[in-house]
């Protein structure tokens, strides 16, 4: 049985889930974590090149390592499809500073 939901995050939920935005004071996630769910949904969006860019400085800022970076990619590739994230993996090799040549 999942845990009691707070009556917050409850309102939170359903304001979303009517096309609302989120209400203010619902408790943001912490860097770390918040800098790995944005990868994740780069990911999943397969978002333009250099957003990879700016999101892996981030995460990396936040205290992510590469290895983290990499479980986010392996967490989301079943989800996403090889393809997906496979196009992901390569914008995360030249956002690390890696050459794609070492991968071909």
């Known amino acids: 049985m999942p845990e009691a939901i707070d009556d917050d995050i409850r309102d939170a939920l359903r304001e979303i889930a009517l096309g609302g ?28 090149p250099t957003t990879y860019i ?11 390592s590469a290895a983290e970076v990499l479980g986010v990619l392996e967490t989301v590739t079943p989800h996403v499809g090889i393809p997906r994230a496979a196009a992901a993996a390569a ?3 030249l956002a690390l500073g890696l050459p794609l040549d070492e991968a071909m």
């Open 21 to 48: 935005s989120s209400p203010t004071g619902v408790q943001p996630l912490e860097p770390r974590l918040a800098a790995a769910a944005t990868l994740g949904a780069l990911i999943a969006l397969d978002a333009p």
């Open 54 to 64: 700016r999101q892996v400085t981030d995460a990396m800022s936040a205290g992510i």
């Open 91 to 93: 914008e995360i090799m």
